[in-house]
């Protein structure tokens, strides 16, 4: 039993070293990687090129649907990498011998430079998305100064956009307003009655509201020269 045993351990192990003696790396194929790599580099770049126009196109297709027209186009260019199937081939790359790990680069660059392109068209000076921001509201009433946006309240007759005046205060309304691009104009609508805004200093607009005697909300309007608008309501309540 123990020479038996021996024997088939040595005859394992014999066999062992002749599979070892007898195998073989796999041939590398030069010429089909070269050929990968070719066209997968084509791919790559053509994907590259093939995006400066859907960007394009797809901000003139995008642009008059308004403030949302940003977003929109964005998800219309991710939406635009199944078109690379059907460009792809009409610049002669044969999709088809493209293994999926090979998409990888075309895909990405892709995406990469179209929203370069879509990053550069939405903002300004190409266009403006983006209504304007009221950076400081203060309202003097009667003398007495409160700030409702922009800093912390020094008083407690201001609570968020609300503020409590006594009845038959005269109240002036100073905003900072500030646009990505230029602005248009300002103006505070007392209940449905519209006042315009005029300018008193850099992004700054002052309006007087004239006497308040009962709650009443007043709501402050900018827009900007591109048509975008942005509103923000102050409620008044009469003590």
């Known amino acids: 039993m123990v020479f038996t045993l021996s024997m088939a351990k040595k005859r394992r192990k014999h066999e062992e070293e002749k599979e070892e003696k007898e195998y073989k790396s796999p041939d590398f194929n030069e010429r089909e990687f070269l050929e990968d790599e070719l066209l997968t580099g084509k791919a790559t770049i053509m994907a590259a090129l093939i995006s400066l126009p859907i960007g394009i196109l797809i901000y003139m297709i995008a642009t008059p649907m308004g403030q949302d027209s940003a977003w929109i186009g964005f998800v219309m260019g991710i939406l635009g990498i199944g078109s690379l199937w059907l460009i792809l081939p009409l610049v002669n790359v044969d999709v ?62 201001v609570s968020l956009n609300e503020i409590h005046i006594d009845a038959d205060s005269f109240v002036v309304i100073d905003a900072t307003i500030t646009d990505n691009d230029l602005m248009g104009s300002a103006a505070l609508w007392k209940g449905n009655t519209p006042i315009p805004m005029v300018p008193a200093g850099p992004d ?27 509103t923000y309501e102050i409620k008044v309540f009469v003590d």
């Open 204 to 230: 700054t607009y002052t309006c007087d509201v004239g006497n308040i005697t009962g709650t009443i909300v007043l709501t402050l309007e900018a827009r900007d020269s591109s048509g975008n608008n942005s």
């Open 96 to 157: 088809k011998k493209l293994k999926p790990k090979q998409w990888f680069g075309p895909i990405s660059t892709y995406i990469f430079t179209f929203l370069a392109v879509w990053v550069l068209l939405v903002n300004p000076p190409f266009a403006d998305h983006a209504g304007p921001q009221f950076i400081g509201i203060e309202a003097d009433i009667g003398g007495e100064s409160m700030m409702i946006l922009g800093s912390n309240n020094t008083t407690n007759k």
